[in-house]
Each structure stands twice: as structure tokens, then as C-alpha cells.
């Protein structure tokens, strides 16, 4: 696929700006690329392809996570969403165990079912997200990982 | 040019000129990473440069070592009433030992390519982003979890941070 092909692209799959896009063709230029015509095909109107389920656009509050690593894990924060949960992990690699695809479970105090929805980060940092609202009158949730009991924290709400 | 024959460039088939080109364009460029990182991936596709070139290179080290300057966290300080700015809202300042996370929430286009802004604190400290976009980031569609780093790690009396011009955490 050539530049032009994949940067259009990039930009209806909404993983790139705009900006981001035209400082590659201005790059091109400079380089005396021929690019007649492909400012046109940038500058077009984009049609987004994302696929959006709605989950997690709608920011309720932070909550941070207890001050402390267990078994070389902290809980930063965790989103609330009206239609989701973002729960972000650091990880500190030297004490962490390493897990190929680490299981983060959530729960509260209304044995609410929070759907496990995706998961992202990467090496130093989990992110999982769930498709269900922390619902009013929860007290506390709490964030566990199946492979290391040890790392499980309570969180007031 | 060697021989009188154009020098065939990383993918065979394009002139010297080009190359020395898109080569003074990267240098031009050295001092803004996202248009930096913009040209290395529209010369690597244009087949005018590999990944020996030493300023390619250089950029791929210091985003490494961006993401590798981290140390462990020591506080985080949460966005109480997140301010939403162009689809974007800072929810956490994460305080480590060896550097200073921003994390945020987006709602929009744009992926992960979305430029660290500026950082400050009440104590005036100067922070420098340790890479020109989040060292970290998940998505789901038009949504992005990341989170932006900046060096140094901020002093311990550090209590009020301002980031961009919309966002400020304490």
C-alpha cells in the first residue's frame, strides 16, 4: 500500500490527525516527491470508519486507587463512565510476575457484573476496560488479578 | 551521484537527490518531533530512507527511552472535575521517580498522534515532554486512554500542575 493509500486510511480509521497526515506530505514535498493531487485526497472530507459502540465516552469521575503496589502492581485510577469502567494498572516490571494475558476482574459491594469490554496498555502499564456503569449506592469496588491473588485492592467510592 | 547512475534508494528505485532531500528535511525537522515522526514514516514508505540512517535512529532510541524513564509511581493527583477541550480531558497527574505522567481521556479522531502539551506546576518547575506523543495508549473506536510523559519527575512540593492551556490538576 502506498503512503497516500495508507495515510487516507489512517485518517478514516480516526488513528491519525489531520495534522499529523499533511506534515508527511509536506515531508514528501520537501524530499521533491511528486504529489500532485494528494493535498486534495488529504484536505478531503473525512468519513470516519471507527466503529463506535458508544462505551466509554461519557466521563463521570476519577477515582484514584490506593497508594501502594501489591505484588508489584498500583491502580492508578479508575474512569467511571456512564456506560463503563476503565481500571489503568502500573506495573512495575522488576517485581511484577510476567503474564502473557493478564485477567483483571472488577467488583463491588452490589455484586454488579462488570463485562470484561477490551484491553490495552501495554508492558508497564494495564489498562481494562468494562462495559457496565459502577451503578449509584455502590460503596467500594474492587480490582483483582486472577493470575496473582496478592494484587487486589479495595477502593472506597 | 556515483557513477553518473541515480544511487537506487532503500527500495531500488529512487534517486540520490531525493534521498540528500528528504535527508535535510529530517534535520530541518529534528526540533519537532511530530512533523519528525511524520516524515520518517512518509520517507520510510516512499523508500527513501531505512532505519540505519543515525537521525531515524536517534528517534527511535529516544522514544525507547522515553517510555523506559519511568521509575515507580509516588503520587497521583486526580482531576477532580475534568475539563473537556477539543475532545480531550486530563484526568491524573502521575508523579513517579524518575519523570512525570499526564493521563487523559479522548473522545474523537486523531489516535495516539496527539502532541504532549506544555507542563507546569506551581513551583515553576520546567518539564520537558520525554516524547512527542502518549507513551502509552488504549482504545476503543473514537475513545483513547494514554497517558503523556515529561521529564523530570516533579519535586515533592509540587501540588498544582497546569497543563496546556485548559487543564490543571491539584
Redesign the interface.
Known amino acids: 500500500m ?2 497516500l493509500t ?2 487516507r486510511d ?2 478514516e ?5 489531520r ?3 499533511l ?6 514535498e ?4 511528486d504529489t500532485a493531487g494528494w493535498r486534495e485526497v488529504l484536505d478531503a472530507p ?1 468519513e ?1 470508519r ?4 458508544g ?3 461519557d ?1 463521570v469521575t ?4 490506593p ?1 501502594e ?1 501489591r505484588a508489584g502492581h ?1 491502580v ?2 479508575i ?1 467511571r463512565f456512564a456506560n463503563a469502567v ?1 481500571c ?1 494498572v ?1 506495573r ?1 516490571e522488576e517485581i511484577a510476575p510476567e503474564i502473557d494475558d493478564p485477567v483483571w476482574r472488577l467488583a463491588d459491594d452490589l455484586a454488579t457484573d462488570y463485562r470484561f ?6 508492558p ?2 494495564h ?1 481494562t ?1 468494562y462495559s457496565s456503569a459502577v451503578p449509584e449506592g455502590a460503596r467500594w469496588l474492587e480490582v483483582s488479578l486472577d493470575e496473582v491473588p496478592e494484587a487486589t485492592f479495595r477502593i472506597a467510592l | 551521484m556515483a557513477g553518473g547512475q541515480p544511487r537506487r534508494g532503500a527500495r531500488g528505485d529512487v534517486p540520490d537527490r531525493a534521498v540528500s532531500r528528504a535527508l535535510d528535511h529530517l534535520t530541518r525537522v529534528r526540533d519537532d518531533p511530530m512533523r519528525l515522526n511524520a516524515a520518517i514514516r512518509a520517507f520510510y514508505a516512499a523508500g527513501l530512507i531505512d532505519g540505519d540512517e543515525p537521525i531515524v535512529t536517534a528517534a527511535f532510541e529516544e522514544g525507547q527511552r522515553a517510555a523506559a524513564q519511568r521509575g515507580r509511581v509516588e503520587r497521583v493527583l486526580i482531576a477532580s472535575d475534568p475539563v473537556r477541550r477539543d475532545g480531550t480531558a486530563v484526568t491524573a497527574v502521575v508523579v513517579r521517580a524518575d519523570a512525570t505522567d499526564v493521563l487523559f481521556h479522548h473522545v474523537g479522531p486523531g489516535g495516539s498522534t496527539r502532541p504532549a502539551p506544555a507542563l507546569g506546576d506551581d513551583l515553576g518547575t520546567r518539564y520537558a515532554p520525554a516524547h512527542w506523543d502518549a507513551v502509552s495508549a488504549s482504545g476503543f473506536g473514537p475513545v483513547l486512554v494514554g497517558a503523556w510523559r515529561y521529564l523530570p519527575a516533579a519535586p515533592p512540593d509540587a501540588r498544582e500542575f497546569t497543563i496546556g492551556r485548559w487543564w490543571s490538576v491539584s
Open positions: 502506498d503512503w495508507q495515510t489512517r485518517l480509521g480516526g488513528a491519525i490527525s495534522e499529523y497526515a506534515a508527511g506530505l509536506e515531508a514528501l520537501a524530499a521533491g516527491v473525512i470516519h471507527i466503529v463506535d459502540n462505551l466509554a465516552r466521563l476519577v477515582v484514584a486507587g497508594p503496589y498500583r492508578l485510577v474512569l476503565v489503568e502500573d512495575d469490554a477490551g484491553f490495552g496498555g501495554g508497564d502499564r489498562t476496560w
